[in-house]
């Protein structure tokens, strides 16, 4: 499996902008398609969550309102549509596949290659 993630850039504070992630290879529905980030010299947090198959949504509580995890299954493409961006939602955003719904990385088997995010106050 490999994903690609794209949609990241540059806005300011208030503004949004909408991630993707494309699948290559199968996505079960037990699996779950994961977002995570990564601020500089921050570990990684987990952002949000959709199993494949039912479509259930999990979210960090911090970002619920904010962001929306959600699927195109024909296109094997996972979304992130994040709104009213704040400054310390800067970070280098990844997808990831994983085997559980789980909000820990170590429960995912595939991640993608990462996509800046930059919010300008």
Not at 18 to 36: E, K, T, Y
């Amino acid at each position: 499996v490999q994903l690609q993630a794209s949609g990241g850039g540059q806005v300011q504070a208030g503004g949004s902008l909408r991630l993707s992630c494309a699948a290559s290879g199968r996505i079960f529905s037990s699996h779950v398609m994961g977002w995570f980030r990564q601020a500089p010299e921050k570990e990684r947090e987990f952002v949000a969550l959709i199993r494949w198959g039912r479509g259930n949504t999990y979210y960090t509580d911090s970002l619920k309102g904010r962001f929306t995890i959600f699927k195109d299954s024909a296109k094997n493409t996972v979304y992130l549509q994040m709104d009213s961006l704040k400054p310390e939602d800067t970070a280098v955003y990844y997808c990831a596949r994983g085997i559980q719904y789980s909000s820990t990385p170590k429960d995912y088997d595939f991640w993608g290659q990462g996509t800046q995010v930059t919010v300008s106050s």
